[in-house]
C-alpha cells in the first residue's frame, strides 16, 4: 500500500522561504512520479510541479517557475518542494501524488492515483 506522509506547512511572510517534504512508502517507485499539487477553499486543485523518480527530470507549473523547485532524494524515498519568494497568493493546502509513468509529465489531478493528506501553507501579506 503506497503511502505519502508530507510535512514543513507553516505560516510565513511573504518573500520568504519553505521547505516542504513528502515520505512516500509502500513500494519501489521506479518507473513512478511524484507531484505537487496545491488548493485553496471553492477551488479545484492545481499542479504544482512534478518529478520523474528515476531519472530525476522535473516540469514546473508556470506560476512557481523560478521560485520553487521539486526534488527527491532516492535513498530517504522523499520528494521535497522548496519554496523561495513566498507570495500571499501561493498559500493553499499543498498534496503530494504519486502516478505510474514517465514517459510525459502529468499536470492533471486524475492522472494521479495515490495522494497525501496534505499540509497548510500560509503566506502572510
Known amino acids: 500500500q503506497v503511502q505519502l506522509v508530507e510535512s514543513g506547512g507553516r505560516l510565513v511572510q511573504a518573500g520568504g522561504s519553505l521547505r516542504l517534504s513528502c515520505a512516500a512508502s509502500?513500494?519501489?517507485?521506479?518507473?513512478?512520479?511524484l507531484a505537487w499539487f496545491r488548493q485553496t477553499p471553492g477551488k479545484e486543485r492545481e499542479f504544482v510541479a512534478s518529478?520523474?523518480?528515476?531519472?530525476?527530470?522535473?516540469y514546473s507549473a508556470d506560476s512557481v517557475k523560478g521560485r520553487f523547485t521539486i526534488s527527491r532524494d532516492n535513498a530517504a524515498n522523499t520528494v521535497y518542494l522548496q519554496m523561495n519568494s513566498l507570495k500571499p497568493e501561493d498559500t493553499a493546502v499543498y498534496y503530494c501524488?504519486?502516478?505510474?509513468?514517465?514517459?510525459?509529465?502529468?499536470?492533471?489531478?486524475?492522472?494521479?492515483?495515490?495522494w497525501g493528506q496534505g499540509t497548510q501553507v500560509t503566506v502572510s501579506s
Open positions: 518529478i520523474i523518480w528515476s531519472g530525476g527530470s522535473t
Open positions: 509502500g513500494r519501489t517507485f521506479s518507473g513512478y512520479q
Open positions: 501524488a504519486a502516478a505510474f509513468g514517465g514517459r510525459y509529465y502529468y499536470t492533471v489531478q486524475s492522472q494521479y492515483t495515490y
